[in-house]
């Protein structure tokens, strides 16, 4: 990429997971000054962003509104930009990451990365694409040019939440996908299961206020068709693992990270109740994860519902 060395940023990534170690490949690629932070760190927090022009986030969300309080009481530069990579709901509040991030950390620049970006290809060095969103469009075009290279292409877009919210929902769909596939029900029905899905994350979406046409770019279609297509992604296998007769317990303890959908499944049907947003198929995967409804139940749940028009 011809724009990529004329100005070297420092960069901070919190979080030395799967997609924290991904990130930190795809910034050393660039040869910008890198330091990563973990809760292993021999340092502190405050001393690995001190002087960082772009931090950027990687923790699950269990972690995210602690890592964004201490930073809150941290000196940052006043231009440095935050980035939040992650895909999920908050338990308590039902906020994205980066409304936590929004609202803590008011007076930096926010972009969220997120796109279909499995981490083990990416390590592997494979090719693959992303989109980087902010309300603020320089701070979106730093970030593109921090982490674009030959083998990762960057896009900018003016849509966080929307773009955050196809990474978060697609998490649900992916355990509904990995137990379609698992209990072998064919290419028609996880046609039919991708499809109808991306319907259902729209109308979540615009409740949250994003644009509808965000969804169907790389972080929303794109992520959703990543992630469902792939025994690489922890939310698909935890679906199949059920559909093979593992419990959830058994499942998450033998997957490799995270599987958000798991909770983001539980905190999206507590706001869809709420604002009676209809969203039957990660309704039938909470149904499932809390044990009230067999897998069998929730495929006939779902094949059997109200005719209706597809609009
Ligand atoms: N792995 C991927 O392919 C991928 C790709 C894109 C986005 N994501 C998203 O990135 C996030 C992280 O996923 P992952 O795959 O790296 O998971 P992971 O389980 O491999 O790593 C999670 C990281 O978060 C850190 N963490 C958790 N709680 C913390 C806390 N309280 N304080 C500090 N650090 C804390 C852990 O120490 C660990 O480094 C998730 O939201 C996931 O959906 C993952
Ligand atoms: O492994 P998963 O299911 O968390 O998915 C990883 C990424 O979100 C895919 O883009």
């Not at 201490?70 to 992650?86: F, R």
């Not at 972080?219 to 297509?229: E, H, K, P, V």
Request: aromatic share 4%; glycine share 8%.
């Amino acid at each position: 990429m011809q724009n990529m060395r004329s100005d070297l940023k420092k960069v901070t990534i919190i979080g030395s997971g799967a997609w924290g170690s991904a990130l930190t490949s795809l910034v050393k690629t660039n040869q910008h000054h890198l330091q990563v932070w973990s809760r292993q760190s021999p340092y502190s927090l405050a001393e690995a962003v001190a002087d960082s022009d772009a931090i950027i986030s990687a923790v699950s969300m269990k972690g995210v509104r602690v890592i964004a309080e201490t930073l809150q009481t941290v000196k940052l530069l006043p231009h440095a930009v935050l980035v939040s990579a992650t895909k999920g709901l908050e338990t308590i509040t039902g906020q994205t990451p980066s409304q936590i991030w929004q609202s803590l950390i008011p007076d930096h620049p926010l972009v969220v990365l997120s796109g279909p970006n499995l981490s083990e290809e990416i390590m592997a060095g494979k090719p693959a694409a992303t989109v980087v969103a902010s309300k603020d469009e320089n701070a979106a075009q730093l970030i593109q040019h921090i982490f674009a290279s030959r083998n990762f292409r960057v896009y900018t877009n003016s849509d966080p939440v929307g773009v955050e919210l196809g990474g978060t929902l697609k998490n649900v769909i992916a355990i509904a996908v990995g137990a379609c596939d698992g209990l072998n029900l064919g290419t028609n029905a996880k046609s039919a299961l991708i499809t109808r899905s991306l319907i259902e994350i729209i109308r979540v979406g615009v409740y949250f206020g994003a644009q509808p046409e965000t969804f169907w770019g790389l972080s929303g279609l794109g992520d959703l068709l990543a992630t469902c297509n792939s025994n690489l992604s922890r939310n698909y296998q935890v679906g199949y693992a059920i559909a093979q007769g593992q419990s959830l317990e058994t499942a998450i303890a033998n997957i490799h990270g995270t599987a958000e959908g798991v909770n983001t499944a539980s905190v999206l049907v507590g706001i869809c109740d709420r604002e009676k947003i209809y969203v039957p198929v990660s309704r039938y995967v909470h149904r499932l994860l809390k044990g009230e409804i067999t897998l069998q139940q929730a495929v006939e749940g779902l094949m059997e519902r109200d005719l209706k028009p597809e609009n």
